[in-house]
């Protein structure tokens, strides 16, 4: 099956830095990706959805300039995480849709491995 | 609006038992797509099926199986002779043309499997 790969599976930073994660689809255009996090014990919200070169859409309640994501490829989408801090620690996953995959509009989701955001 | 309950929060279940993870969402699309995913404490989530809403049939897959009933909104996931590497976070998830196909998931159910 397609994968998608997540980096890195884990990182511990100090408040007030920036960190990048990146999710790769490795054997498949995704033309769409989604950003989800995890926080423990609880089920995955919807962060946002890139688009292959255009901006991000967010959901509700979730800040643009706190999460950045860029998908400037079809293989490549990083969610930046600015200013982190300790109340941004969660897992972090990405899935990713090819074009074309799966069935009908839908497509099949592939899910990264995800992220854990620790921040000191 | 799309909603996923799983009403289960945590099962326990000796070893060989079968047991029945629950799931009842809320839409008002009629084309949508259901699904199930395992999240073991490694934490990346793995596939386990899709179901679109006009395939009522059940499906078997080696110990998993699936009741999708649309008269009561539910797509239930069995597991027969549960083994201790069943053990895992098991999340329920919708998906809706409407909502832009995205995946709406439940809040999860903690399956313990105990030797």
């Known amino acids: 099956g397609a994968v998608v790969s997540q980096h890195p599976s884990w990182v511990i930073c100090k408040s007030g830095t920036s960190v990048k994660i990146e999710c790769r689809s490795l054997d498949f255009q995704a033309t769409t990706m989604f950003w989800y996090r995890q926080f423990p014990k609880q089920s995955l919200m919807l962060m946002a959805t890139s688009n292959e070169g255009s901006k991000a859409t967010y959901e509700q309640g979730v800040e643009k300039d706190k999460f950045l994501i860029n998908h400037a490829s079809l293989t490549l989408s990083t969610l930046t995480v600015t200013s982190a801090h300790p109340e941004d620690s969660s897992f972090y996953i990405c899935s990713a849709r090819g074009a074309g995959r799966g069935l009908g509009n839908t497509g099949e989701l592939f899910f990264g491995e995800g992220s854990r955001l620790t921040v000191l | 609006a799309q909603k996923v309950t799983q009403a289960q929060t945590e099962i326990s279940v000796v070893e060989k038992e079968d047991v029945t993870l629950d799931c009842v969402y809320e839409t008002r699309d009629t084309t949508y797509y259901l699904f199930w995913y395992k999240q073991p404490p490694s934490g990346e989530l793995v596939f386990l099926i899709r179901?679109?809403?006009?395939?009522?049939q059940n499906e078997i897959s080696g110990r998993y199986s699936w009741n999708f009933q649309k008269s009561t909104s539910s797509f239930n996931f069995t597991i027969t002779a549960s083994q201790v590497v069943d053990s895992a976070v098991y999340f329920c998830?919708?998906?809706?043309?409407?909502?832009?196909?995205?995946?709406?998931f439940g809040a999860g159910t903690i399956l313990r499997v105990k030797s």
């Open positions: 998830a919708l998906s809706v043309r409407e909502y832009g196909n995205k995946l709406v």
């Open positions: 179901r679109n809403s006009f395939d009522e």
